[in-house]
């Protein structure tokens, strides 16, 4: 055998798979069936395969290493500080295979199901490569320690045992190819078969490795003192010594061992360390998921995996501090430092050592060979990579799945082409690291979310041993390869927001908004309206939408408007649920989340069944709970329907589109009293975001002095009432703080606002209101261009009373606005909207307007929402705003 080669065959030993079971509640009987096929138990199923994965040839040629670099105190420190490593990973795995039922899969099946399946198959894509490599560099090293112990040209450590007569075989890279294939190829055929002919070659390898763990027990008693001749190093100079004794077990020879004593490795002349050693023994204390790798082929995986696991990790943590014991109170430290196979040395028959490195390194490939197969199996059935893996859910009569097991070894046989793999021995073992991270974390966060169906009957664990787990695995990441270590976590990171964009929308439950909803839930709590303050007012937007077809460009319009508030698409669906069997509305949500997701607006979905529209309006602004702005389509307004072909129409053909001019200012009402701000979109059927913003953008680039560009025009006067005496009421301020939201938006950032001042121009005021109003904007920190408006002939057409034709028209309801001072003729509002159209050069993209507030009669309704249409008729998209909460403060 080679003088690296042990080096090889020790970092292949840390190699494992992982496979884990599916938390469902319904299973089909394609799963039923799989279940029925179910046989291996604890032992064969789980302790046997976590033990050899385990072992590996690690017991065999680095438990010498460790103790003569480290001395038995330290060695027994780092197998405790890694064995509470990996003891965190194994209680989060009990925990979440005891949670429910289980399916194959390993690792990805846990994780998947738990942190969704973003995680879980990026993980599952790495760990499939991780087995896949990890299988080939298996093979690899035991076809260098076969060339090297009875190739032709060679002699190693291990061949030293052999006569020289043995050496029959022809060396090289064609030679170890085909070595390798064939090697492969029996591992293949075993897992092709079935799991439970590889359970029966494993249990065999077991025992023979087990033999060959007797063997070196019995040999530390039985073997006499003895004279070991240390193999040759490059890297030693002449006078390094070149023989040590066997001493048997001595307290002089113990004494010499307690103690570091950290030198060059003979094998790679790198100085060792107590990092470099750790590292290195680390690798053989992983391979704990060895057993999850069969979950699917497990009788009862919640009971076998949590009991077999722990008993292998308890079974190798003590052979291997037994190991260190015996090894250092009977061998001199040159013997432990220079020679990794001087356990075939003072064996009491050599060749068995020999055979116990060789069935352990052949285990190991297979147990990675059926894992990676598993796993590639898992996620196929998931689907989560579309057609691409579909020919690898095809499975035998039995389940076997062998399109996966051939796929794996198609790729591990690509592989062993590459001929030396050392430098992907260490990011296997780093991907199997961070797959047990991945495995704390899932537990922490299911842990964390404290969600009523996460009860494993497991309990050894709680949130500090999964952080525990967590930072060690990560800890030993960096410690074995820092470089190799953030190449696997960004490679994961990218295959994770591949599957985000890409993928399809599991059933499986995100556990991302179990988090969310514990600590949405939790800081709500914490809200106190009593510490409210106008400062640190912003929109809180409810918007109801009669047809979501006809109503696109107003939604994403108002989705600029709420300036990182709450917005809500409110909708309410007549009828009652009296008359109904099941609840309408549950399956009404799916394409309204569609239609959110579609238009890329961040807002929330609120439907309602009612009786009529205003109770349903009522009912939802009581469950809303904010101090929300009421924003309705106005009525007989909405043309020119885009289709979404996954939204269906919500309007019933058979009863009327519109709802009454009553109904409509009754709702308006109710809003008022309940203390909410309201707001009415008009003509937004005619607003395209994209072309509104893209031409501004075009104008603006085109001149040079400002005159033309995008504009929101704010009319803050109460125009229904021309002397109120006032342009800075709650609901200008409100208007103004509105239209000032709007201009901070990223989009509307490039837009103007233009203020608009209506005052006599006959009259003294003229500039001292100007005045009044720039002072007003600096306080506020408002940027406007303000633009005084000449309105004598308008004003002179208002309070003509004792018109009959008016008074009927009106139906007596001259007195009967509560905020209206005089009765407004047609006459006058005509007025009023042509000087709105004569001061909109250029158009304005939306146009703020004054709401007043409707009348407290009932009867005069129709007569109000006639004034408000006609005010703002053919105006193009328009917001009249009626606030009546304070918004706005001058105070720090």
Aim: proline residues 4%; contains cysteine.
């Amino acid at each position: 055998m080679s003088e690296k080669a042990p080096l090889v065959n020790y970092r292949l030993t840390t190699k494992n798979g992982a496979e884990s079971k599916d938390e469902t509640a319904n299973r089909s009987p394609e799963q039923s069936q799989d279940r029925g096929r179910r046989k291996l138990g604890v032992i064969f199923g789980v302790v046997i395969p976590t033990l050899l994965s385990m072992f590996s040839v690690v017991v065999f040629l680095r438990i010498g290493f460790v103790v003569g670099q480290a001395g038995l105190y330290q060695a027994i420190a780092m197998f405790l500080v890694a064995y509470i490593i990996i003891t965190m990973t194994v209680f989060s795995v009990c925990a979440i295979s005891t949670n429910g039922a289980l399916d194959a899969g390993g690792a990805y099946y846990m994780i998947s199901r738990a942190l969704g399946p973003e995680f879980g198959g990026s993980i599952g894509i790495m760990f499939f490569f991780a087995n896949v490599c990890g299988s080939a560099l298996y093979i690899l090293g035991l076809v260098e320690a076969i060339v090297s112990a009875f190739g032709v040209p060679e002699a190693s450590e291990l061949g030293a045992v052999f006569e020289a007569s043995h050496r029959v075989l022809p060396s090289g890279y064609w030679w170890s190819l085909l070595y390798g294939t064939v090697l492969l190829s029996i591992c293949f055929f075993v897992c092709l078969v079935g799991a439970q002919i590889y359970a029966k070659a494993t249990f065999v390898i077991f025992l023979i490795v087990t033999t060959v763990l007797a063997s070196i027990f019995t040999s530390f008693f039985t073997v006499e003192p003895r004279t070991v001749t240390l193999p040759h190093s490059s890297f030693m100079n002449a006078s390094t010594q070149t023989a040590a004794n066997y001493t048997g077990l001595r307290l002089h020879t113990l004494e010499g061992n307690l103690w570091a004593s950290y030198t060059v490795d003979y094998t790679t002349g790198t100085m060792m360390s107590f990092a470099t050693v750790f590292a290195v023994m680390f690798n053989g204390c992983t391979g704990i998921m060895a057993g999850s790798n069969m979950s699917g082929d497990l009788k009862n995986p919640s009971y076998s995996i949590p009991r077999g696991t722990l008993t292998a990790v308890f079974t190798t943590f003590v052979t291997y501090n037994l190991l260190s014991l015996l090894a250092a109170s009977s061998c001199q430290r040159p013997i432990l430092q220079r020679d990794y196979s001087f356990l075939g040395a003072i064996n009491v028959w050599p060749p068995l050592v020999t055979v116990g490195i060789y069935l352990s390194a052949m285990s190991a490939a297979m147990s990675n060979l059926i894992g990676a197969s598993r796993v590639l199996y898992a996620l196929s059935k998931d689907n989560l990579f579309g057609g691409v893996l579909a020919l690898a859910r095809t499975t035998s009569r039995n389940g076997n799945p062998w399109a996966s097991v051939l796929a794996s070894w198609l790729l591990v046989q690509m592989v062993l082409f590459t001929g030396k793999l050392n430098t992907i021995a260490g990011i296997v073992t780093i991907i199997f690291l961070l797959v047990y991270a991945t495995v704390n974390l899932a537990c922490l966060a299911l842990e964390w979310a404290s969600a009523p169906n996460f009860r494993p009957s497991f309990r050894c664990f709680t949130w500090h041993t999964c952080t525990l787990g967590i930072l060690g695995c990560l800890v030993m990441m960096f410690l074995i390869n820092a470089i190799y270590a953030f190449a696997s976590i960004a490679f994961m990171l990218l295959l994770l927001m591949v599957i985000h964009y890409l993928g399809p929308i599991s059933n499986w439950g995100y556990i991302s908004q179990a988090l969310i909803f514990h600590q949405v839930r939790k800081y709500l709590l914490m809200l106190d309206v009593r510490k409210d303050h106008i400062k640190f007012w912003r929109p809180q937007v409810l918007l109801m939408v009669a047809n979501p077809r006809s109503c696109v460009g107003l939604m994403t319009f108002m989705n600029d408007l709420k300036k990182s508030g709450l917005y809500v698409l409110g909708h309410v669906k007549l009828g009652l649920l009296d008359e109904r069997p099941s609840n309408p509305l549950q399956s009404c949500y799916h394409p309204w989340l569609a239609l959110v997701d579609h238009l890329n607006i961040k807002a929330f979905v609120n439907l309602t069944l009612a009786d009529s529209v205003r109770r349903g309006v009522q009912n939802l602004l009581f469950i809303t709970g904010f101090e929300h702005s009421l924003d309705a389509v106005y009525p007989n307004e909405e043309s020119g329907e885009p289709l979404f072909p996954f939204f269906p129409n919500v309007r019933d053909a058979h009863k009327p589109k519109d709802i009454k001019e009553e109904e409509y200012v009754s709702i308006i009402t109710d809003a008022v009293k309940m203390g909410k701000n309201v707001t009415l979109a008009r003509y937004f059927s005619l607003f395209n975001k994209q072309e509104v913003l893209g031409a501004g953008r075009k104008t603006k680039t085109k001149t040079h002095h400002g005159t033309v560009g995008l504009f929101v025009d704010i009319w803050p006067l109460n125009l229904l009432r021309p002397d109120s005496g006032s342009n800075v009421d709650v609901c200008s301020l409100f208007l103004l703080q509105l239209a000032c939201v709007l201009h901070e938006t990223r989009a509307w950032s490039q837009a103007r606002l233009r203020l608009f001042l209506c005052v006599e121009a006959g009259g003294s005021l003229w500039d001292e209101e100007e005045a009044k109003l720039r002072l007003m904007l600096k306080e506020l920190r408002m940027s406007a261009q303000v633009q005084m408006v000449a309105w004598d002939q308008v004003v002179a057409l208002h309070r003509v009373r004792g018109r009959e034709r008016d008074e009927e028209v009106h139906n007596g309801c001259k007195e009967a606005f509560s905020s209206n001072a005089a009765q407004m003729t047609d006459d006058y509002i005509h007025a009023v909207n042509d000087l709105i159209h004569s001061h909109g050069d250029p158009p304005p993209a939306v146009r703020f307007l004054y709401l007043p507030q409707p009348p407290a009669d009932t009867s005069c309704y129709r007569a109000y929402l006639h004034q408000v249409d006609l005010l703002s008729q053919d105006l193009g998209p328009t917001l009249l705003v009626h606030g009546v909460t304070p918004v706005i403060t001058t105070d720090l």
